[in-house]
C-alpha cells in the first residue's frame, strides 16, 4: 500500500507539481490550499509526511505545524517546509515548531524526494 503526502501550499501550480513528483514516485497525495484547510482535511486516516510551505492567507505553515503537533494522532509526522523563505529565523521557528526539513523553491524533483526518503521510512 502507497505511503500518503499531503501537501499544502496556496499556488495551485506547486500543488500540481508536487502532485506529479509525488504520485510519480508511488506516493499517495492529498492537497490542501493553506492550513486551516489543511487541519480540516485531518479525520484520522494515517499521513506519513507533509510538506508545507510557510506564506499561505488563513493560517501559514509554521501556525500549521504548531497546531498539528497539539493533534495526538499527527504529532509525530514528520514535516517539510517547502518555500522561497531562507532565513535562519523562520528556519528556527518552523524548527522549534516541529518541521524535520526545509526545501527551497524553486526545487529539483529529486531533491524533493531525497528530503522525502529521508523521513519516510520504507
Known amino acids: 500500500m502507497a505511503k500518503t503526502i499531503m501537501t499544502i501550499d496556496d499556488s495551485p501550480s506547486v500543488r500540481h507539481l508536487l502532485n506529479l513528483v509525488l504520485k510519480g514516485a508511488g506516493f499517495e497525495v492529498v492537497q490542501a490550499a493553506d492550513g486551516r484547510e489543511a487541519l480540516g482535511l485531518f479525520t484520522g486516516q494515517k499521513v506519513h509526511l507533509i510538506i508545507c510551505d510557510v506564506n499561505m492567507?488563513?493560517?501559514?505553515?509554521?501556525?500549521?505545524?504548531?497546531?498539528?503537533?497539539?493533534?495526538?494522532?499527527?504529532?509525530?509526522?514528520?514535516?517539510?517546509?517547502?518555500?522561497?523563505?531562507?532565513?535562519?529565523?523562520?528556519?528556527?521557528e518552523a524548527k522549534a515548531a516541529g518541521a524535520k526539513a526545509w526545501v527551497i523553491k524553486p526545487f529539483k524533483p529529486e531533491q524533493l524526494l531525497n528530503a522525502v526518503e529521508r523521513l519516510v521510512m520504507p
Open 57 to 92: 492567507p488563513n493560517m501559514d505553515g509554521i501556525t500549521f505545524v504548531k497546531r498539528l503537533k497539539q493533534l495526538p494522532e499527527y504529532k509525530f509526522t514528520p514535516v517539510i517546509m517547502l518555500t522561497t523563505e531562507s532565513q535562519e529565523e523562520i528556519k528556527r
